[in-house]
């Protein structure tokens, strides 16, 4: 079984503000784990992925998250928010392999606002 | 290159009403997947494929039926809509192997009044 939670439903920056958003998993095997954002009415577009290479990974737009397995975390980071970057943002685990991957598990989400 | 089209992009349905939303990739993905977005409950899985003729429960399939006849077409039914099922659908794609994200399509809005 796996599960994400994605702590702070909603969460204010102002621009330029560092941005943090926090997920952390639950997964019985090693994780495949994913940050997508959503802007109004749109689809979801991959923000960035771990799949057991490097705990550091960088994504689009300035994104990063570091996967951390002794926290179970996967937090998303951003050094300085534009305005652009206002949207829901999703926390998404699958396991490594298998028929599962065509399954995943997303938390609740996040929306993040950004103040001028 | 149009990745995942869904159609429609919304419908309004009357209780009681069956529909088919429609769902189609372009990518030669195996893996296809059906989503329901309902807010502060992020997406939730209704059915997945893994390949032609291969589909399985997700974590909410009831009133819901997929068949997927072949790689590129995996449409999902409504048997008799209910206003419970009033959410935004999404549809998926992923490409078999390890390390590779899922595809999603614009979302198809449905009402059900």
């Known amino acids: 079984a796996q599960s994400v939670t994605q702590l702070g439903s909603h969460v204010s920056v102002s621009e330029g503000a560092l941005v943090l958003l926090r997920c952390n998993y639950s997964s019985s095997v090693p994780p495949y784990l994913f940050w997508y954002v959503q802007y109004p009415n749109q689809g979801l577009q991959l923000l960035l992925k771990y799949t057991s290479a490097a705990t550091l990974v960088k994504g689009i737009n300035g994104f990063e998250a570091e996967f951390k397995k002794s926290e179970t975390s996967f937090h998303l980071t951003k050094p300085s928010a534009h305005m652009s970057d206002a949207a829901e943002y999703f926390c998404?685990?699958?396991?490594?392999?298998?028929?599962?991957?065509?399954?995943?598990?997303f938390g609740q989400g996040t929306i993040l606002t950004v103040h001028p | 290159n149009a990745g995942v089209t869904q159609t429609p992009k919304f419908q309004v349905l009357k209780t009681g009403q069956s529909m088919t939303l429609q769902c189609a990739q372009d990518?030669?993905?195996?893996?296809m997947s059906w989503y329901r977005q309902d807010p502060g409950m992020g997406l939730r899985l209704i059915h997945y494929?893994?390949?032609?003729?291969?589909?399985d429960q997700g974590e909410v399939p009831n009133g819901y039926n997929v068949s997927r006849s072949t790689t590129e077409d995996f449409p999902l039914r409504l048997l008799s809509a209910a206003p419970s099922q009033t959410s935004v659908y999404f549809c998926?794609?992923?490409?078999?192997?390890?390390?590779?994200?899922?595809?999603f399509g614009q979302g198809t809005r449905l009402t059900v009044v």
């Open positions: 998404a685990v699958t396991n490594a392999g298998g028929t599962s991957y065509g399954k995943l598990t």
């Open positions: 494929s893994v390949g032609a003729g291969i589909t």
């Open positions: 990518m030669n993905h195996e893996y």
């Open positions: 998926a794609s992923i490409r078999q192997g390890t390390g590779t994200e899922a595809f």
